[in-house]
C-alpha cells in the first residue's frame, strides 16, 4: 500500500531560521516518484519539486533543498533563512511508476508552516 | 507560462442539486486528473483520466460522479445530487503522463472551484 506521512502538523519559526520539514512514505514499487507542492493561503498548489526513486542526489534551489534517503524512505525539505512569504501549508507526494499506474498523487497530510517576522 | 485553469472559482449549490466543475488542462498535455481537498484536511485522489476514459478512481469516485472532455479542451467533472460531504475545494491537473518506461510527469494544478453544498 502506498502512504505518506508528514508528522509535523504545524512548525512555527521567526524569520531567518532555517526550518526542515519532513516526510516519509511508503511503497512497495522499486519506481516511484517523489514531489513536493506548497499551498499559500490563497489557496492554490504550487508544484516545487519531483525526484524520481533512482536518484538520491540531494536537491538546491535557492534557500530551498531536500534530502532523499531511500534507507529510511524519507524526502525532507529544509528552507534556508525562511521568510513570512514561505508562510503555507506544504505537502509532500508519492507517485507509483510501475506497470498499470496512472500517476495518481497520495498525498501527505500536509505541514502548516507560519514565519513569523 | 500556460497553466492549468478552472472555473468557476466558488459555486454554491442546494443539497440534491446537480453541478459542473470545469478545467481547461494545459494544451498539451495528455493525462488529466480531479483531486478534492476538505476543509483543512489533505488532498485526495478522485479520478484520472487518459485517452478519452477513465484510468483510475479512487472509492470516492462514486456513481454520483462522472467525467468528460466534451472538446479538445474542456475537461469536466459533474456531480450529479450534491450532499452536504461534497463540500471541498475540487482541483484540476493535468500532466504528459505515465509513460512505459515507468516515467512520471509533473501535475500542474488548477486554482480550484469550491464548492458549498447547502
Known amino acids: 500500500a502506498q502512504k505518506v506521512t508528514q508528522a509535523q502538523t504545524e512548525i512555527s519559526v521567526v524569520e531567518k531560521e532555517d526550518v526542515t520539514l519532513d516526510c516519509v512514505y511508503e511503497t512497495r514499487d522499486t519506481t516511484y516518484y517523489l514531489f513536493w507542492y506548497k499551498q499559500p493561503p490563497s489557496g492554490e498548489l504550487v508544484f516545487l519539486i519531483r525526484r524520481n526513486s533512482f536518484d538520491e542526489q540531494n536537491e538546491i534551489s535557492g534557500r530551498y533543498s531536500w534530502n532523499f534517503q531511500k534507507s529510511t524512505s524519507s524526502f525532507n525539505f529544509t528552507i534556508t533563512a525562511s521568510q513570512v512569504v514561505d508562510s503555507a501549508v506544504y505537502f509532500c507526494?508519492?507517485?507509483?511508476?510501475?506497470?498499470?499506474?496512472?500517476?495518481?498523487?497520495?498525498f501527505g497530510q500536509g505541514t502548516t508552516l507560519q514565519v513569523k517576522p | 507560462e500556460p497553466e492549468v485553469t478552472q472555473t468557476p472559482s466558488h459555486q454554491v449549490t442546494q443539497m440534491g442539486q446537480e453541478v459542473i466543475l470545469r478545467c481547461v488542462p494545459i494544451?498539451?498535455?495528455?493525462?488529466f486528473y480531479w483531486y478534492r481537498q476538505i476543509l483543512g484536511q489533505k488532498v485526495e485522489f478522485l479520478v484520472s483520466f487518459y485517452n478519452n476514459e477513465i484510468s483510475e478512481k479512487s472509492e470516492i469516485f462514486d456513481d454520483q460522479f462522472s467525467v468528460e472532455r466534451p472538446d479538445g479542451s474542456n475537461f469536466t467533472l459533474k456531480i450529479r445530487s450534491t450532499k452536504l460531504e461534497d463540500s471541498a475545494m475540487y482541483f484540476c491537473a493535468s500532466s504528459l503522463g505515465v509513460t512505459a518506461g515507468g516515467s512520471v510527469a509533473t501535475q500542474y494544478f488548477g486554482p480550484g472551484t469550491r464548492l458549498l453544498v447547502l
Open positions: 507526494a508519492l507517485s507509483e511508476a510501475g506497470s498499470g499506474n496512472t500517476g495518481k498523487l497520495i
Open positions: 494544451s498539451n498535455h495528455l493525462y
